[in-house]
């Protein structure tokens, strides 16, 4: 199945690519309901025939959209979010080399309006992630697409976020992580790796996912690196949601449910793993304190 899925992906790469050669006209911003339309839409069935129409021709042709390769920055986005992630964004595999099905694309509809905000539509997900952090992005595994918001392709999926209503999309806050767990239970933790394997140290001290720098002299972490880490570990967590946070499913084998896309090693087989509920604990807002047991 894995196979099938990276082999329709690459020829929709292909398919892409040679649309794009040739010239063809790519799809233009369709502005969509106003918020007057809108409103009243929220009598009636939602989304509308004419919102999923939009949004197949002006924001879901941008996740084949060929970007010059398969490497970090370069690879189009269901290179990466349809088989080899379990996250919020996680695409359907396209059906077939033209792109996906309508009722591919409603799923597809009801995965994206979970990552942008009505409310406030430049701190939605959506659009942080591709965006470069020197622009105020949030950093992105899969590398920067936008080095700065003027970028057609923001400028686009902006547009369409703002065609809602403020009210339409909005997710609820989930429950707040507790610092004083994090410093006395899930910080050591980076410190004591699991026997045949390395401490989570050996990758993550530095960089967007550098969660877990080497404490200076050997010691512990000093109270400003303890709060730095904090920062870091809050951009992979999904409050309320330990199944979506990449801080659990990246160390989790996939058998047992994790990300197919992880260069360090696998912490946990499943998520039966003590160690793995306690922090699902934290993550859900159950575990507070400095009380580990």
């Not at 004419?50 to 290179?79: H, Q, W």
């Not at 090693?265 to 159950?286: C, N, T």
Request: charged share 15%; aromatic share 10%; hydrophobic share 35%.
């Amino acid at each position: 199945m894995r196979y099938r899925a990276m082999l329709l992906l690459a020829l929709c790469w292909v398919a892409a690519s040679t649309l794009a050669a040739s010239g063809a006209p790519r799809a233009s911003v369709v502005p969509g309901f106003s918020r007057a339309q809108a409103g009243t839409a929220q009598v009636a069935a939602f989304p509308s025939p004419a919102d999923l129409e939009t949004f197949r021709k002006n924001i879901e042709l941008l996740f084949v959209r060929p970007r010059g390769g398969s490497m970090p920055g370069y690879a189009a986005c269901v290179m990466c979010h349809t088989w080899q992630t379990s996250l919020r964004f996680s695409l359907e595999t396209p059906e077939t080399t033209q792109g996906w099905t309508p009722a591919q694309s409603r799923r597809n509809f009801d995965v994206v309006t979970q990552v942008i905000n009505t409310a406030d539509p430049e701190s939605s997900r959506l659009l942080l992630k591709p965006l470069s952090p020197q622009a105020g992005g949030l950093g992105h595994t899969g590398g920067t697409y936008w080095t700065s918001k003027e970028n057609p392709e923001y400028q686009q999926i902006l547009t369409w976020i703002r065609s809602f209503p403020a009210d339409r999309y909005v997710a609820k806050p989930g429950p707040p992580l507790d610092f004083e767990f994090f410093r006395a239970c899930v910080q050591p933790i980076f410190a004591n790796p699991r026997e045949g394997h390395i401490r989570c140290s050996n990758c993550h001290d530095s960089g967007l996912a550098g969660f877990a720098p080497v404490p200076a002299g050997g010691g512990g972490w000093s109270d400003a690196q303890a709060k730095a880490a904090f920062q870091v570990i809050s951009r992979l967590v999904i409050p309320g949601s330990p199944e979506q946070s990449r801080f659990l499913l990246k160390p989790l084998h996939p058998d047992g449910g994790g990300s197919y896309t992880h260069n360090g090693p696998r912490r946990w087989q499943s998520r039966s793993d003590p160690e793995w509920q306690m922090l699902a604990g934290w993550v859900r807002g159950e575990r507070t304190g400095s009380r580990c047991s």
